[in-house]
């Protein structure tokens, strides 16, 4: 799927013998209920579907624009989601990747309004965003109620009165940020994958042979003229599904939407794609050779439509195979006989025709061949005998619980409004998804094993990537097919177009005042244990989140140590002294329950999504996996061999090269925070035991260092008595509890290069960074936020808008500013085309000290946008158990008060232009950053050698340097 700025069906869901080291001291002197060793009861399958519905009203206007109302009154925000009946299998050839182009045209102005981001961004809405896949383009935003008028207006303007306002250079500038959007993708490790599964699947010219992205020649190829056409034949209302949800009813929606859409005329009807489920008359291997650490296999098949009778079945079939936690694949792979680091499986369904994809990585040292044979013998077997019941009502589950969590959200690409958007567009059903959801809890393990024999039987495409220089170039992929054959498209050649006559002027309409922000109250307890616990209470879904926060986080290791600490945590949900791995998984899979562990900088969580019916065993099953880890020899060894895998893959991608080297460059590879980052290096990993991460587990995971945090549908009367059973008898043993020691760092006051050599790149990565001389906790600098977002948080920020949109360098551009428990850090990256590295620095640099030196500081538009609209957009920053479970480990991060989310606007009103411009000056400036680059040398050195910047040069695997050049000059 190709978005405009990086930032689903229900089928889509499923997309996706050594002795013990002893146990962890700080595990309970009263050890966690025996029970939990067994399979926990779960809510009924027809219980959950009951609790998944979005009811629905809709209407159709004469010109034919259907539109769907659903009424959700929680928060006071309304998403607006359109479908168009058009996507990249609707284009001709010659003009592969046109959908998704013309897609970033529709954010680039109508008649009547000049930008579609700021009039919207600036009263409060969510980032406006676009997506185009192969059967649909869609645009998406969440406003305040009273800016709906606004973004109806904008958003039937721009379907009607597009073409007056699009220009050439428009055209020229997007067609730069999209092939640069393919040149990310493209840098990737394994980036040309995508392209080879289509090209051995289909013939040439099948409308879903093609990538979404397209060719470099063809989007090179597109004019003014093939703008216009595509929107006359495509962009018409009845044409459209236009879905409301949120603070909205039909005989509200219906005035509104008459009012704005009604005069656009109807026009002709999207013609149908003739797009057959075909594969290949024989197996088919492709080699392919890439800069990546490890063999990755992939098996692929098509598969049928969306509306088929087998969709529901593979795609509970897949998720079996490859989706689950306890898939077949892992079993036998990755658990089993250890021959693979990775693997999954799943089902890419599109309205016509699926693809069917098994992927394995092999394990570094392992015979190649005989994983392979291991992979098809379970694959083989999965087709030949099926799945047993219990996989099915797993796998059902999870399905089932996934869609219950995504009812909370309104609006964006999965939200409510997206669901019935998309029922309504492939399955002429609005509510397609219910009658999906009863047909997967309705499969019997003979359906499923029949479908897979249906569909898996026939021949498949085998795409093998092996380790090696890339031989192939993704700019000449993507395209028709007989580009070998049939020349290429000729480039746009920029002839003027009739002009055309523009509509009378409409006026942007205003917006109404917002209320106050309702944002959930806090209660507070504490287990018998002395673990502080905070609740806030949401009844909008069934479902609950707990999050079990130690203060440690990878930090703890610093460089010396690098990736110990987070190999513990990763090692929890790998064995407990009842359950192996395994089970674990089959314990939460029948639950519905995820469960999860992660490291970040200053934190180990530990978290716990669950259905509220299933809370009680789920939080048993949490607490046996927190407090008793047995770190089993042979798990650990697993983990190191994984890790070890994952090291190499972050050094295999320019992103993973560029943050592992920033934070030892800047803060010094003596401090906490000078670390590589969590994963940690080889050289240490390599040497781990299982007694060294016991001794890790029992200096940091303990409940004096402990404390919960929930988010969801219980009361504090229903969830302490759970937790007090779960952890309320948790104690500690002997050992001190560790420590951090967390110094101040002097700022660097010079600028320096630091340039990673990455061969064949056509983008380079640019990320910089410099310390503040503040902390996360730092009170009252509110002001720096919206500095931030002036200068590079945001697609209307002035470095996006500069390199991605007025110089087309790049996809996208983002500056931040951490909030950890030490020293902050202010940050720049940015991915730009190769051939643009030396400018692209020197560009941000040159906005960066404008903005910090004063010489151009905030101006009325943006104060209006990130003080105005931050305030008239915060209903919309907790719309979900997610939202608000992360705004409370903030607040508590940062030692900020309970009603600092409810006092938020009136802080932000009190701020003044001359605040965020010293903030800029403060903290922002250009001075003393670490620019750290990843590229192709032979292209990037000349471009660096003009910033005069002293330049250092650093190998891939290690931040030792190996060459210095200070001369500065070119």
Known sequence: MTFRFASTSVLALALTACAAAPAPQSASSAPVAAAQATAPAAAPLSALVEEVSIPYDSFTLANGLTTLVHTDRKSPVVGVTLYYRVGSKNEPRGRTGFAHLFEHLMFGGSENVESFDVPLEAVGSTSTNGSTWYDRTNYVETVPTGALDRALMMEADRMGHLLGAVTQDKLDK???????????????????????????????????????????????????????????????????????????????????????????????????????????????????????????????WTGPGINHADAPALAVGMYILGGLASSRLDNALVRGDELAVRVSAGNQQQELLSFLQADMDVKPGTDRAAAEAAFDKVIADFIARGPTQDEVQRAATKIMSGQIGALEEVGGFGGKGATLAEGLLYSNDPAD?????????????????????????????????????????????????????????????????????KSPPIAIPPVDDVGELTFPTIERATLANGIPVALARRTAVPKVIVDLRFNAGYSADGLARAGTHSLMVSALDEGTTTRD??????????????????????????????????????????????????????????????????????????????????????????????????????????????????????????????????????????????????FGNWSSGQQALAKKDLPQIAPATESRLVVIDRPNSPQSVIYAGRLLPITGAAANLESLDLANEVLGSGFLSRLNLQIREDKGWSYGVRTGVTAPEGQRLFTFSAPVQADRTGDSVALALDVIGQFAGGNKGVDANEFNRVTDGNIRGLPNRFQTNGQVLRALLDLQARGRPDDYYSKLPDTYRAIRTNAIDQAARDYLGAGGLTIVVVGDRDVIDPQLAKLNLPITYLPADTSAPVDTDVSSGE
């Open 581 to 726: 791995a395994t089970k674990i998984a089959e314990d939460q899979e029948r639950l519905g329950a995820d469960i999860s562990t992660g490291t970040s900088l200053d934190y180990d969580d530990v978290f716990l999504t669950a259905l509220s019916a299933n809370l009680a065993p789920s939080l048993e099953l949490m607490a046996d996996i927190v407090r008793n880890p047995a770190f089993r020899a042979d798990d650990v060894a697993r983990l190191k061999n994984q890790r070890a895998a994952d090291i190499a893959q972050q050094l295999a991608s320019p992103q993973g090269l560029a943050s592992r080297a920033l934070a030892p460059l800047v803060y010094g590879e003596g401090h906490p925070y000078g670390t590589v980052g969590a994963l940690g290096t080889t050289a240490v990993v390599a040497k781990l035991t299982p007694q060294d991460l016991a001794a890790e587990a029992q200096a940091w995971l303990r409940p004096e260092n402990a404390r919960i945090t929930v988010v969801g549908d219980v009361t504090m009367a229903e969830l302490l008595p759970q937790l007090n059973q779960a």
């Open 174 to 300: 997007q067609r730069s940020v999209v092939k640069n959007e393919k040149r990310q993708g493209d840098n990737q490790p394994y980036g040309l994958v995508e392209y080879a599964i289509g090209d051995g699947l289909l013939p040439v010219g099948h409308p879903y042979r093609h990538s979404t992205i397209g060719s470099m020649a063809d989007l090179d190829a597109a004019n003014l003229t093939d703008v216009r056409n595509w929107f006359r034949d495509h962009y018409a209302p009845n044409n459209v599904v236009l879905a409301l949800a949120g603070d909205i009813d039909v005989a509200t929606a219906r005035a509104k939407v008459e009012k704005w859409f009604g005069a656009i005329p109807r026009g002709p009807e999207v013609k149908p794609v003739d797009a057959p489920v075909v594969g290949p008359a024989a197996p088919i291997r492709r080699e392919m050779t890439d800069q990546v650490p490890v063999t990755r296999v992939t098996r692929a």
């Open 433 to 501: 998804y219910k009658k999906q959801l009863e047909a997967i809890a309705a499969l019997t393990p003979d359906q499923v094993r029949d479908a897979l024999q249906r569909w898996l039987s026939r021949p498949a495409l085998t795409v093998a990537v092996v380790p090696g220089e890339r031989t192939e170039d993704g700019a000449t992929m993507g395209g028709w097919g007989d580009e070998g054959t049939v020349p290429a498209p000729q480039p746009d050649a920029k002839k003027p177009v009739p002009p055309i006559a």
